[in-house]
């Protein structure tokens, strides 16, 4: 029998079609996603067909294209039963089919296999043969050539052998059609086959491909009862029931003349040297490390039955080991469960779509990230492997085409659920505290973070984020259970903001209760701190808020009130407090009542205070009742401070305190008699002159003029000009202890008649009257006596004193006692000179050649130019010389003489000293005044501390001592060495 194994002629055609990306948007920037990526069908015709016929396939899957009846691949090869290579690949930028270079066409052909006769190709090798075409020529085998016929089976006359050089006669058109037809390759038959001398066997141009010999196999079929493989496409169960033969054929180019044939080579038990090639059938593949060039057939020797044999492939590198086909693993996977029989719980994979090319049994692919699509919202987790090693592990040869499984190790790409874009609160962790209305932020792979930034985040009305809220939130994607939640750390937390211009406490956290009416303030942000002047707190009329109280107030939103969740204020330690006001112009009544004892007055001028308010009431708006006044010696104005309403009282009133109190106390009147002064028993005062009303501890000035005696009492005239008096208590006028005294006066001495005489009269001429008083006030030398005859002159004693005991005394100082003055006009004579500072010996006039003696009081010092004159600091003589007035008998008009109060000068420092002394009306240093002493270059003082002295009670310094300088680096002269020195002396001494 013949067995005809028609093949249909199955080409991969590559097309240089257009690359396709339906419904994306490609970008310069971006490559478009694997799944959005296609290849364009090629073009068909007339002698082409496209398989699938579908207008775009996704990448890693292929086109088969299949030459139609009549055609074959025109080109340079056909590669018959292999896997189609016209397979959509991607590109960097989208997806192309590969490979491109030279694609074949389909054009018509002669080939037996669609109807053409084999007679005239074997004529044309023959001629070829004959011709001496070296290309063509039959290589004889190691056994005979049979030729046969087509009567029968079996060796004919025709036969010779090949080693002869003669060649067999070929099969007849029939018989060869026969064998085909029937599908059978038996013994005793010749076949004819192209054998690529590397091995390999296609489908060769044998005219144009020097590089291919045809032989002409002579097989020597031995008996009939040589056991065969039959029905090679129908191989036995032991064997893979995937793996099939290639079949050879010799092409006939568009424009050739030859025919084309197939033909078939028995296979004869134990004749492994007689080869098929053999391939696995459309998805199933040999193991990845075997090179499907070195895969041929072996029938072998199982009994004398055919099907006793078995037919198997083996490679010539094994030619010992059977090999089987298994199933590939398909293109683009989608069952992620399957890939290896795992559940995604242990760890498997977990995917949607994988795009990778079919792979056969050992066979690894590299998945990138970009080649992995997830379901929808899920994706690989963040921080995923950049690739995964994908591995086929085949599937037995029962398993369907292309069900291989894949196998990805330890590292499989596994797709989780996504943290959504834009999310709700429901999709974050139980305990991430989040409280929101909207967010506008990405969708989050698992582990992934995202910075959410605080403007994207949306509040419910009248809430808002902290105001110390930050800027950005790290939020992180995790699985909880199989569900994707968003967890955060610090989390975006909306609060209840606290309303703007709260009314009262119930704006506020428990536990602070300010009491106002308004508070002008914006709505606050939760954790929001604002400060407001304290002019913004309004208070209920007649209240206020206290007096010295903070200028501002901090006011700090916080938690919301979980009742009408409005956020509450709080004020802390300081919050504002209205009070009830003071009165204005109170009443003794308004004021604390323990003050109400300390207090007493008509009524006050002043306004109402806030509470705490201080008031510097000034004493001017105290008024008081008649004959009564505000103490002189009290402060000029009290202090007033308004307290807090008696809660069991009045609460819309606050009482006053005050430190000190006005209190108005009786007053000393105008005019005060006797028995309102408080005076020295027998001080002979009557009465004083004083205009107006004096207020307690006042005090007032009288002058001894206002002051009234009883009778026959009377001022002295060296009494004070002026006396103090001050009002005490129940309005009694008193003095201290300088209180004025009216003294007896004194009757006037008799006048000395005669021509000679004199009479009396007061020194201060103010004081003398046209005419005179009866009596004569008291003082001391504040009487003179005077000639009545204006032509002569007084000598002697001149003044006379009125003292306590009413009687008038000449001052005789100077004279004998009981000496009195005469009226002459024989000698001239002198008044006394007025002097400051120092005593004369006499008073008296005396005569013109006598002298005045003055001297200086103690303490008190001539300055240095009188100094210098009368040759002395405190002692000088002024002698008595006539008038200038020739005819005038009284000099009055001697030179007046002073000494001053300070300090003598130093004369004997070894330095400068400063200020310098004055000379003039002064003495050299006033009393009080500060000196300075510093030493000449190369000195320093003895004694640092007396640099500086003060000159006081007539002396420099407190000892009077002068300073001393001794030389730099000389040391200071102290008891010890003194002490020393004294034992050296006195052993000096005694030696």
């Known amino acids: 029998m013949v067995i005809k194994h028609v093949i249909s002629l199955l080409l991969v055609v590559l097309c240089s079609g257009d690359i396709s990306n339906n419904e994306v948007e490609i970008s310069s920037e971006a490559d478009p996603p694997y799944s959005d990526r296609r290849c364009d069908k090629p073009p068909t015709s007339a002698d082409i067909s496209v398989v699938p016929d579908e207008a775009q396939i996704e990448l890693y899957q292929t086109y088969t294209i299949i030459c139609n009846t009549g055609h074959l691949v025109q080109g340079d090869k056909s590669i018959v039963g292999v896997d189609p290579v016209c397979t959509c690949l991607p590109t960097d930028s989208g997806a192309e089919l590969s490979p491109t270079e030279n694609p074949p066409t389909c054009a018509e052909t002669n080939d037996l296999k669609y109807g053409k006769s084999l007679a005239s190709f074997y004529t044309q090798v023959q001629a070829a043969v004959d011709a001496g075409d070296t290309e063509y020529q039959v290589t004889p085998s190691n056994v005979g050539c049979w030729a046969r016929n087509a009567a029968g089976y079996g060796p004919t006359d025709g036969l010779e052998n090949c080693s002869s050089g003669t060649y067999a006669t070929f099969l007849d058109v029939g018989c060869t059609q ?54 090679v496409n ?279 209760t300010p009491v106002f009416q308004s508070i002008t303030l914006q709505e606050t942000l939760y954790r929001q701190t604002v400060t407001v002047s304290k002019d913004v707190v309004v208070c209920a009329e007649g209240h206020s808020l206290e007096s010295g109280g903070p200028n501002e107030y901090e006011f700090t939103c916080q938690d919301a009130n979980v009742d009408t969740d409005i956020g509450l204020l709080s004020c802390g330690e300081n919050c504002p407090v209205c009070y009830a006001q003071c009165p204005e112009n109170p009443v003794v009544a308004k004021f604390a009542a323990d003050k109400q004892e300390d207090i007493a007055f008509e009524s006050l001028t002043m306004p109402s205070l806030a509470y705490s308010a201080d008031h510097d009431l000034a004493k001017e708006n105290v008024q008081c009742a008649d004959g009564a006044g505000l103490p002189d010696s009290g402060p000029a104005s009290f202090g007033v401070t308004c307290g807090a309403a008696d809660p069991e009282t009045d609460l819309d009133e606050g009482i006053l305190s005050c430190d000190p109190c006005p209190k108005c106390e009786a007053q000393c009147l105008a005019n005060p008699a006797k028995d ?74 008799a006048a000395v008649e005669g021509n000679e005489g004199y009479d009396f009269q007061y020194v201060d001429d103010s004081k003398n009257e046209e005419t005179r008083p009866e009596t004569a006030i008291p003082g001391i030398n504040h009487i003179e006596a005077y000639c009545t005859n204006d032509t002569l002159a007084l000598l002697g004693p001149r003044f006379l004193s009125c003292v306590t005991n009413n009687t008038m005394e000449f001052d005789t100082k100077g004279y004998e006692d009981g000496t009195s003055p005469t009226c002459q006009s024989e000698e001239k004579v002198c008044e006394a000179p007025v002097t400051t500072g120092g005593v004369l010996q006499t008073n008296g006039n005396i005569k013109v050649g006598e002298v005045y003696t003055f001297t200086c009081d103690e303490g008190y010092m001539f300055d240095l130019e009188d100094q210098t004159t009368f040759q002395s600091d405190e002692r000088r003589e002024v002698q008595c010389v006539a008038s200038a007035d020739e005819a005038a008998l009284v000099n009055s008009a001697l030179p007046a003489i002073s000494c001053y109060k300070g300090c003598a000068e130093i004369t004997e420092f070894d330095g400068t000293i400063s200020p310098e002394v004055i000379r003039q009306r002064s003495a050299p240093y006033n009393d009080g005044q500060a000196v300075t002493f510093e030493c000449k270059e190369g000195y320093k003082m003895e004694d640092a501390s007396m640099s500086t002295l003060v000159c006081s009670e007539g002396k420099i310094g407190a000892s009077g001592a002068v300073p001393k300088c001794i030389k730099n680096g000389s040391a200071s002269p102290t008891l010890s060495s003194l002490l020393g020195f004294s034992s050296l002396l006195l052993a000096y001494v005694l030696l």
């Not at 059978?184 to 060769?204: A, P």
């Not at 994706?379 to 499984?405: F, K, N, R």
């Open 178 to 231: 026969a064998l085909i037809d029937e599908e059978k390759v038996m013994v005793g038959y010749n076949s004819l086959r192209i054998i690529v001398e590397d091995g390999t066997i296609w489908g060769k141009d044998i005219i144009d491909d020097p590089n291919l010999t045809m032989y002409m196999d002579c097989i020597d079929p031995g008996t009939d009862s040589v056991d065969v493989c039959l029905e």
């Open 234 to 512: 129908k191989l036995p169960a032991v064997s893979s029931t995937r793996l099939y033969v290639l079949n050879y054929f010799v092409p006939v180019r568009p424009g050739q003349s030859r025919d084309q044939t197939e033909f078939f080579m028995n296979i004869v038990a134990d004749q492994s040297d007689v080869k098929y090639r053999l391939r696995c059938d459309d998805g199933y593949s040999f193991e990845n490390d075997i090179d499907e060039s070195t895969v041929y057939g072996y029938c072998t020797s199982g009994g004398s039955a055919p099907a006793n044999n078995q037919f198997y492939a083996y490679t010539t590198a094994a030619p010992d080991t059977q090999i089987n086909c298994y199933a590939k693993c398909s293109a683009n996977p989608t069952n992620a469960m399957e890939i290896n029989s795992l559940p995604a719980s242990s760890g498997g994979p977990v995917f949607e779509k994988l795009f990778m090319p079919s792979l056969k049994k050992g066979q690894t692919f590299t998945v990138d990230l970009d080649q992995i699509v997830c379901a929808e919202s899920h994706s690989l987790g963040e921080g995923a492997p950049s690739s995964y090693v994908m591995t086929c592990e085949g599937a037995d040869t029962d398993a369907d085409p292309y069900g291989g499984a894949l196998t990805c190790g330890d590292s499989c790409p596994k797709c989780y659920a996504m943290c959504p874009a834009n999310p709700t609160s429901e999709h974050f962790t139980s305990s991430s505290d989040v409280m929101f209305e909207s967010i506008t932020m990405a969708a989050m792979k698992k582990d992934g973070t995202f910075n959410l930034l605080k403007e994207n985040v949306v509040c419910p009305a009248s809430y808002a984020l902290a105001e110390d809220a930050a800027d950005t939130y790290q939020l992180s994607c995790v699985i909880e259970g199989e569900e994707a939640k968003i967890s955060c750390t610090t989390c975006p937390k909306c609060y209840a903001k606290c309303p703007a211009n709260p009314t009262g406490a119930e704006s506020f956290v428990d536990g602070e």
């Open 676 to 749: 309102f002064l408080e005076v020295p028993e027998g001080s002979g005062i009557a009465s004083l002159v004083v205009a107006e009303n004096v207020n307690r501890d006042g005090s007032i000035t009288v002058s001894k003029d206002d002051i009234q005696c009883e009778e026959n009492y009377a001022m002295s005239a060296d009494a004070a000009d002026n006396f103090e008096f001050t009002c005490g208590a129940e309005g009694i006028f008193t003095c201290g202890e300088a209180c004025p005294i009216c003294q007896g006066t004194c009757n006037w001495p």
